[in-house]
């Protein structure tokens, strides 16, 4: 079973294998202080921190390369362009996508996912049609997929999962029928870690002629992503996800599929010709990137491909398994903390309550000591309330996060069971 993040067992020399304290460095941020004591930042399912080659790229760019890309016949709208378009090609490179004009740039996934619900809904979906996701999703991956549904007349369906947070995909093929237009899945799940296999749902949806569109926003920090072995159709993903900044992201589409659906928005940069009469579009990738882009956010992404290429991606995932492992243990020694979220294959993700206590106050506490975590719903309430819980607290790992982060953590977690527990 295949989930396109196949991950390494720890073994007892992978802290030595990996060597995170010279990955820090590269990371400014890391170094601030907070309240007086040094940053643990432990929330990177929301954002990751960025190296400093993605700030001087972004830095180097304003300085040195600043115009609008494509249609300018000087030099410097020339180099711009160039930039941005390396950007792309990095991007297609960090997914094996067949081609860089198969990489459309968006703000981000939640864009990405609606730009494929509007062109995709409005020329596939239609009155007594299906929807099929999950029910682990983010509200990015179901409130467009809703607003398709409430417009076409079509019904949204979920595949369920288990207390262990983890897909029923017995149920599947019972899921999957003849008015399935489109199965829209999380890769991996934001609130609970869950790696989904999801190369078996992109057969199964195959075998009956239905396309797949994976939500990649919390896959690609973890490593890269081969659509091509995935199969997928549509792949979503984050900048400032993987280390790169915010405001671009990217949607991979299969181009047989790209090349039929309309535009998303109408503007500059997306036309061939334009008269009153009538409008001919850019081909691809241009046809869904209306206006000015966000040229640096481009550069950014690419150069936080850059980064992300020299890193040894076996060692990463040995350490970042290994550190996962840890946390899970600390956090389970504190009594009262119950782990929400414990599939068998997961990636750096723990969510967790503690009797009695209000996840803002263990987030609170854990501030006042330094360390940075998210609480809430984390923009899954239907995952929360198959828990039967208002909210969790989150800590999610990087590579660049050590074991001092996490004892620091579970400090916080024992200091707020004593205080409210």
Same mark, same amino acid.
């Given at each position: ?53 993605? +700030?001087?790229? +972004? ?5 040195? #390369? ?5 249609? %300018? ?39 990405? @996912? ?31 997929? &809703? ?11 979920? @595949? ?10 017995? &149920? ?37 002629? @239905? ?6 926003? &919390? ?28 405001? +671009?992201?990217?949607?991979? %589409? ?10 998303? &928005? ?28 966000? +040229? ?37 020694? @504190?009594?009262?903390?119950? #782990? ?82």
């Amino acid at each position: 079973m295949s989930t396109g993040l196949e991950r390494v067992q720890a073994g007892p020399e992978t802290r030595a294998k990996f060597a995170v304290e010279r990955v820090r460095v590269d990371f400014p941020l890391l170094g601030r202080s907070m309240r007086g004591k040094a940053l643990a930042y432990l929330d990177n399912a929301a954002t990751s921190q960025k190296p400093r080659h993605v +700030i001087d790229a +972004i830095h180097r760019f304003y300085e040195t #390369l600043n115009a609008n890309v494509h249609r %300018g016949v000087y030099q410097l709208s020339e180099e711009a362009t160039t930039a941005y378009e390396w950007g792309r090609a990095m991007l297609a490179q960090y997914l094996n996508a067949p081609s860089p004009a198969e990489i459309v740039f968006v703000r981000g996934t939640t864009e990405a @996912i609606n730009l494929v619900a509007a062109t995709f809904g409005r020329t596939r979906i239609g009155a007594g049609d299906e929807i099929l996701i999950s029910a682990m999703e983010h509200h990015s991956n179901i409130v467009p997929w &809703q607003l398709v549904a409430e417009e076409r007349g079509a019904t949204l369906k979920v @595949i369920p999962m288990n207390e262990r947070g983890e897909l029923l995909l017995d &149920q599947l093929p019972g899921l999957l029928t003849d008015r399935t237009r489109i199965v829209a899945v999380v890769h991996v799940s934001n609130s609970l870690g869950t790696v989904n296999p999801v190369r078996e749902i992109v057969e199964q949806a195959h075998n009956r002629g @239905i396309p797949v569109l994976l939500d990649g926003a &919390q896959a690609v920090p973890h490593g890269p992503v081969d659509v091509q072995a995935l199969d997928c159709d549509f792949y979503a993903v984050s900048g400032h996800k993987m280390f790169g900044p915010t405001g +671009i992201g990217a949607l991979y %589409g299969r181009r047989a599929l790209l090349e039929t659906l309309p535009p998303y &928005q109408g503007g500059g940069e997306m036309i061939a010709s334009v008269t009153f009469a009538k409008t001919t579009y850019a081909p691809l990738p241009m046809k869904f990137e209306a206006g000015t882009p966000n +040229i640096e956010g481009a550069v950014g992404i690419g150069a936080a491909v850059d980064y992300l290429q020299h890193l040894d991606w076996k060692s990463v995932a040995e350490y970042e398994r290994d550190l996962l492992t840890y946390t899970q243990e600390r956090l389970s020694e @504190i009594p009262g903390v119950r #782990l929400v979220g414990t599939a068998a294959d997961k990636v750096s993700v723990v969510s967790f309550v503690l009797d009695g206590v209000h996840p803002h106050d263990i987030g609170t506490i854990a501030d006042q000591e330094g360390v940075a975590i998210r609480t809430g719903h984390h923009c899954t309430q239907p995952v929360m309330d198959f828990f039967k819980i208002p909210a969790t607290a989150r800590a999610s790992l990087a590579f660049y996060n050590t074991r001092d982060d996490v004892d620091r953590l579970a400090a916080a977690v024992w200091k707020a069971r004593e205080l409210f527990g």
